[in-house]
């Protein structure tokens, strides 16, 4: 009995969930498209639909995703989310950025928003979210190069597309600043952003993947790995909890992952935050009070927009003067006194 | 009636009844109860009652219920067909070929490259060419499987899921070769493929979302080639001889090596269609993951498909219907599009064991034939 009229209970609420979903219907609604991580990765996809979620919360919208699973998705995706339910669609990726256009090219009445992608000539339906991450991974690379015992640090990327190397670009800068001002020689395994040339998993999502390559890093020496790969670092993180954090720490990317991936968080040396979050709820935002226009939205180090996320518990490795030399760097950086890009 | 007479029409009239049950009752009923235990996952995994029905009012919806709807069922759909009917070629052959995905890869790179090197050529010549290179593409790739079994003895399964593997790769490497690779990126895609080679789009006049393209027709042509092929043909014949009984085959004269590299070929060949017709048809470019996966689903195509012609396009229809109601059941209900690959997966489990089905569903089946004697 009590089976039975719980299960009514349930239905009944869930008609009632029905008919205010379709009352909300009326109110502005935000569309987001993935790209192949999934909207759980705990960086990447999550990080962007953390934005949708928090307009939700703020400006009670009504919010949707739908995943991609393949790149043979991603036309079929928008389409779906075409037909005047959505106010705005989301598009989250640099790899959407084809199929992002010419669905906005086709249908100008909707409007489009792209994390990660910007067109010239701009779009006069897209605005583009794009992100100076390589100042937040030069600090990152700094304070690898300060932190690491055996001199080598290792890197390895998703897809090499330019949204992950600006990560690797900015890494090695970093490294090498360090050595240029220590007079040290650490070395980063993994990218070299002369050549452009380096180590890629050619997927976002196989944790075996993020594995091999931790380990494979590891073995050349490595004792500080950036895998720029959404959820694929999560394999190199379960290494190193594996390994232990004194051979193997792992720096996060666009969430600040001791709180994403917080089974494993211990293994964090710091995260490379990118807050699509922030900047897609500002999107949303203009696309409700009738500011939205196509073009590019910049975030980097003096706006907030990229950041590196505190030490957590790995602070006590690092030495009070090697935060004081990044805070002064950081500044640097924003005042244009340190050149990130050659 | 004598009593041997009787016998007879009985035996006659059960095996028919067999057949039917077999092709049409076990396939609809698999359907059925996967849906209904895909229900039930979503139950236990609590989600409401009305998001349920919710769910599966937009799966209808979503891949029957509108213009928009039925144009995306037949884009997913077409590939799933083309590949299927070559598996079942396979099937039918006695070969357990599961190297679709890797023959839709080497079709489909084929069919671009040979697409973007004659750009300037019209479209008339260009795009019947560029779908005959994906259909060498596959085929070649398959008879490599073929030829190794037929002059080894090692087995296709074997060979076919190592082909894939490779042909994954093979793809990395040649979409980061400066011939192939698009012009200012460092990742791995191709070159566009031109307008001239393209699967022309058939209702960009009514709304231009609308996706459906031309690949439809050869998917249809495809159905009737393979029908004549597997039943009305001396070939088809003696695959489907050496497939029933290989030994019998070769005593009545058959030559059994031939035969498996041609019919590895012939289904290589169907699987490079799909692969083109996915370039040139959807995409209009490759990139790593273009396959995605198709040619596994069409696996189950091919067998919910009971290895025929018209079983395969009717399953290939309703697996693309679930490809293109599963997204619509993301957006309305939020409910997670793996919840299709489940119900798909247990569709291949009812219809992989017949007898599980007759054992769970006894009313609406005679009892087995042997039984009863």
Redesign the interface.
Known sequence: MSVSTTAMKRFGAGICAWFSAASIAMAFSACEVTDTGGIDDNSFNQTAWKGVLDAQEKHNISGRFLESQAETDYEANINSLLGGECDLIITVGFLLGDATKSAAETNPEQKFSIVDYSYDPAIANVLGQIYATDEAAFLAGYLAAGVSKTGVLGVFGGINIPTVTVFMDGFSRGAAYYNAQKGTNVMVLGWDPETKEGLFTNNFDSLDDGRAFAQNLYDEGADIVLPVAGPVGLGSAALADELGTDKLKIIGVDADLYFTDTEKQHVYLTSITKQMDATVLQVIESAMDGTFKGGNLLGSLANGGVDLAPFHDMDALVSDSLKQELADIRQGIIDGAIPVRP | MTNETTDRVVKAKLIGRTDFEDMILVPVIAVVAALLLGALTMLLTNV????IV?SYVALAV?SFGSL?ALS?TL??ATPLVLAGLGLALGFRAGLFNIGAEGQILMGGMAAVIFGFSFAGLPSAILLPLSLLAGVLGGALYASIAGWLRATTGAHEVILTIMLNSIAYRLV?FMLSMPAIQKAG????ISKPVPEAAELPRLLTWID??L?VHAGVFLMLAAVIVVYWVLFKSKLGFEFRASGKNPEAARFAGMRSGLIIVSAMAAAGGLAGLAGAN?VLG??GRA????S??IGFTAISVALLGRSHPVGVLIAGLLFGALE?GG??M??DA?V??DLISIIQALIIVFIAAPLLVRAIFPWGFRKAAGSRE
């Open positions: 409401d009652l009305a998001t919710r979503g928009n995306e884009t997913a990395d990126r460092a990742d791995p231009p979302n996706r996915q959807v995409l990139t790593p993951g273009f995605a996966g293109a997204r619509q993301q957006v939020g997670s599009i």
